[in-house]
């Protein structure tokens, strides 16, 4: 016959397949948390050095016998001007992670979907709609929340491509802002995420 798989109803396939779904996906978003830390260390490290540029600036010919000494200041603000480079780089190359791990999240999502699809059909709407136990989410929600994973995770890269076009000018405000948003996880919240992921990983084996 074909239920040659151990004999698993569809529902039973259905859960399996979005456990390990969600199993992958906590490792995408472990990898764009640990991302995200890196690239908040380099903001914040940015604002530093802006903030020391933009106290220099204000300061030049006044800075006692630095000033006296010729082209002290002058290497002084050189340092500063590659050490923000440098910093905004590093900021553009750890930004490059997050389009990779969204394709990730996509791929995931396609294939979980797609799969789905073909166990969805020998399943009846109360195995889609209902939980098999207390505090576990039902398919249709565990689907609902594969999906979400995939949508925030777009909106809130491009908030971050966003304020990243603004971060060439030296301002302060504008590089404080960006690591206000940049904490706040304005679209994808990764503890309400790993609330998800524990639910959906409750399963039959354990007493109720």
């Given at each position: 016959?074909m239920?040659?798989?151990g004999?698993?109803?569809?529902?039973?396939?259905?859960r399996f397949?979005?456990?390990?779904?969600?199993a992958?996906?906590?490792?995408?978003?472990?990898?764009?948390e640990?991302?995200?830390v890196?690239?908040?260390?380099?903001?914040?490290?940015?604002?530093?050095?802006?903030?020391?540029?933009?106290?220099?600036?204000a300061?030049?010919?006044?800075?006692g016998?630095?000033?006296a000494i010729?082209?002290?200041?002058?290497?002084?603000k050189?340092k500063?001007?590659q050490?923000m480079?440098?910093?905004?780089n590093?900021?553009?190359s750890l930004?490059?992670?997050?389009?990779?791990?969204?394709v990730?999240?996509?791929?995931l999502v396609?294939?979980t979907?797609?799969h789905?699809?073909?166990?969805?059909?020998?399943?009846?709407?109360?195995?889609?709609w209902?939980a098999e136990h207390?505090a576990?989410p039902?398919?249709?929600?565990m689907l609902?929340?594969?999906?979400?994973v995939?949508?925030?995770?777009?909106?809130?890269?491009g908030?971050?491509?966003?304020?990243?076009?603004?971060?060439?000018h030296?301002?302060?405000?504008?590089i404080?802002a960006?690591v206000d948003?940049w904490?706040?996880?304005?679209?994808?919240?990764?503890?309400r995420?790993?609330?998800?992921?524990?639910?959906?990983k409750?399963?039959?084996?354990s007493?109720?």
């Amino acid at each position: 016959g074909m239920d040659g798989g151990g004999g698993k109803k569809p529902v039973a396939q259905l859960r399996f397949a979005l456990r390990k779904a969600f199993a992958e996906c906590d490792e995408i978003v472990f990898s764009w948390e640990e991302a995200s830390v890196q690239t908040l260390q380099v903001l914040r490290s940015l604002l530093n050095a802006t903030e020391r540029m933009n106290d220099f600036v204000a300061a030049e010919g006044k800075l006692g016998v630095l000033s006296a000494i010729p082209d002290a200041e002058n290497n002084l603000k050189m340092k500063l001007v590659q050490s923000m480079e440098r910093l905004r780089n590093a900021a553009r190359s750890l930004l490059e992670s997050f389009p990779e791990l969204c394709v990730k999240v996509e791929n995931l999502v396609d294939t979980t979907l797609s799969h789905q699809k073909e166990l969805q059909a020998a399943c009846t709407v109360e195995e889609l709609w209902e939980a098999e136990h207390k505090a576990q989410p039902s398919i249709a929600q565990m689907l609902e929340w594969v999906y979400d994973v995939q949508v925030e995770l777009r909106k809130e890269l491009g908030l971050r491509e966003h304020m990243l076009q603004g971060i060439n000018h030296d301002s302060v405000q504008k590089i404080a802002a960006f690591v206000d948003i940049w904490q706040a996880s304005t679209y994808f919240d990764v503890q309400r995420y790993y609330a998800r992921s524990d639910a959906v990983k409750i399963h039959g084996t354990s007493a109720d």
